[in-house]
């Protein structure tokens, strides 16, 4: 096999462990996520995320889970990132910080949801 074709060319989907669905259902869609359409699977959400590299997708997927060992972060790209912080206030969400502008070039803010999974909305700096 070339190293062309073994080439990862983007990412199809995140899948996060959660313990309510419903609830983590309502948060997601609180912030704006849209759940992909078609037939619905007990204990399974997925949000369709479009964008300039295509379409990609947030699983959710409601799970019988302790604390959580290690640490992981999604960094979702948005248009305005201090618009959307304004939107995750106005929605009852509770932003870790304030967006910020990053050393590496993005103007970000981070979010948990429910289940503490780390979310990051971003945009790169012109």
């Given at each position: 096999m070339s190293e062309r074709t073994a080439q990862i060319v983007s990412l199809s989907a995140v899948t996060l462990s959660v313990s309510d669905?419903?609830?983590?259902v309502r948060f997601?869609?609180?912030?704006?996520?849209?759940?992909?359409?078609?037939?619905?699977?007990?204990?399974?959400?997925?949000?369709?995320?479009?964008?300039?590299?295509?379409?990609?997708?947030?699983?959710?997927?409601?799970?019988?889970?302790?604390a959580v060992d290690g640490w992981g972060r999604v960094i979702l790209y948005v248009a305005d990132v201090d618009a959307f912080y304004?939107?995750?206030?106005?929605?009852?969400?509770?932003?870790?910080?304030?967006?910020?502008?990053?050393?590496?070039?993005?103007?970000?803010?981070?979010?948990?949801d429910p289940d503490g999974h780390e979310l990051s909305f971003a945009k790169p700096l012109a």
């Open positions: 669905i419903a609830r983590s997601y869609e609180a912030l704006g996520f849209v759940q992909k359409a078609g037939s619905q699977v007990a204990g399974f959400a997925s949000f369709e995320l479009a964008g300039a590299a295509g379409v990609c997708y947030l699983n959710l997927l409601e799970a019988p889970h302790g304004a939107h995750a206030l106005a929605v009852g969400a509770t932003p870790e910080f304030a967006p910020r502008d990053a050393p590496w070039g993005e103007r970000y803010f981070h979010l948990a």
